[in-house]
């Protein structure tokens, strides 16, 4: 094929792509929306993104010219460029851990059907000379059932790409495309190369093990609420402070004794390791069973102070952090002084001297 009809299938794809935007762009709005709708329906599915875009015109021309241009010409094979770029629109699911890669792939087929299936991983580990980032991608289209809805018509009719890949794949990928389309790389930078790639590849592994021993952490934590809740015990007597009671408080007995006195609370992480932190730092050594028996002997002066609070201020916030922190004063004023500030300090000092006589 002459140059001159390159250049006019160029032009014709142009046009193409320019009266057909619209359309491709609210196609690729309605697979992010579904995508995203399917995700977030499951639990226990942690997912960071999900974008997608529709492929500019000048990349799908390069893209063409790269990898169908010369093997059409030379078997002098009419073509259209529209017809060989698959990921006019493509979508992309960023997941946090490496094991969640497959289960998305698994949940988007109830909505779609798959026409291809590329195996990063596969591709990458097939050979020790290859570098690349991990992945999966599938060429998707609308399955029969949702392709045949009214508001689905126009949408059905273009297929698209679904990049499905970790947080570490994701950030590897952009330097992964940079390196390889710009230019030949020395077997010297490829072996350094590879190991940057390995590098990668051990962080994404590390995340997936952290993640499971951190679950197991949780489930071997000692359930030190087991025993009934003397919450009617205001006078039982606290444990010493140090006797041999168990391990010390950390974050996986913490939230153990917590959801048990706040089972529909949230806690997070990052407010979760704070307060322990600060615990230790006004009471070291402090252990998982004192600080349990520590809520066990005054929370439930606690819950009537709070209730007191919030009748007196509608507005105001008594959380179960906050619960705790009045626990811990109650229990030992001079060690746990900082966990209130000093008008909430005082202010339930008042409430005390008026309650307790």
């Known amino acids: 094929m002459s140059q001159i009809d390159l250049e006019l299938e160029e032009s014709q794809f142009r046009n193409f792509y320019a009266a057909h935007l619209p359309q491709l762009q609210a196609a690729c709005a309605c697979v992010v929306g579904t995508v995203r709708d399917i995700v977030a329906a499951t639990p226990g599915l942690e997912i960071s993104k999900v974008e997608g875009r529709v492929k500019d015109v000048e990349e799908c021309i390069r893209k063409f010219r790269r990898k169908y241009r010369d093997a059409l010409e030379e078997r002098n094979t009419p073509y259209e460029i529209q017809h060989w770029i698959t990921d006019l629109i493509g979508a992309r699911v960023v997941c946090l851990y490496e094991d969640e890669i497959e289960k998305v792939a698994q949940l988007v087929q109830s909505q779609f059907d798959v026409i291809e299936v590329t195996d990063k991983v ?183 102070y709070k209730q007191h609070f919030e009748e007196q201020n509608p507005e105001g916030s008594f959380n179960p952090f906050t619960v705790m922190r009045h626990c811990l004063y109650l229990s030992d004023k001079t060690s746990f002084r900082p966990a209130l500030r000093n008008v909430a300090r005082q202010a339930f000092e008042n409430w005390l001297q008026e309650n307790q006589g």
């Open 122 to 304: 596969a591709a990458v580990e097939s050979t020790e000379a290859e570098f690349g980032y991990k992945g999966l991608h599938l060429d998707l289209r609308w399955n029969a059932v949702q392709g045949a809805k009214p508001e689905r018509a126009i949408d059905a009719q273009w297929p698209f790409e679904l990049q499905i890949r970790t947080i570490i794949q994701d950030s590897w990928s952009v330097l992964d495309h940079k390196i390889k389309y710009k230019k030949s790389i020395p077997g010297q930078l490829k072996r350094r190369i590879n190991v940057l790639s390995a590098l990668f590849e051990l962080a994404d592994r590390e995340f997936l093990q952290i993640r499971d021993a951190t679950a197991a952490e949780l489930l071997r934590a000692p359930d030190e609420t087991a025993q009934p809740v003397a919450e009617e015990r205001p006078d039982a007597p606290l444990a010493p402070k140090n006797s041999a009671l168990g391990s010390e408080l950390n974050a996986f007995t913490f939230l153990k004794i917590a959801h048990h006195f706040f089972k529909d609370f949230e806690f997070e992480p990052s407010k979760v390791d704070s307060f322990v932190a600060d615990i230790h730092l006004w009471q070291p050594g402090m252990s998982r069973a004192q600080f349990n028996e520590l809520l066990r002997h005054t929370i439930s002066t606690v819950k009537k």
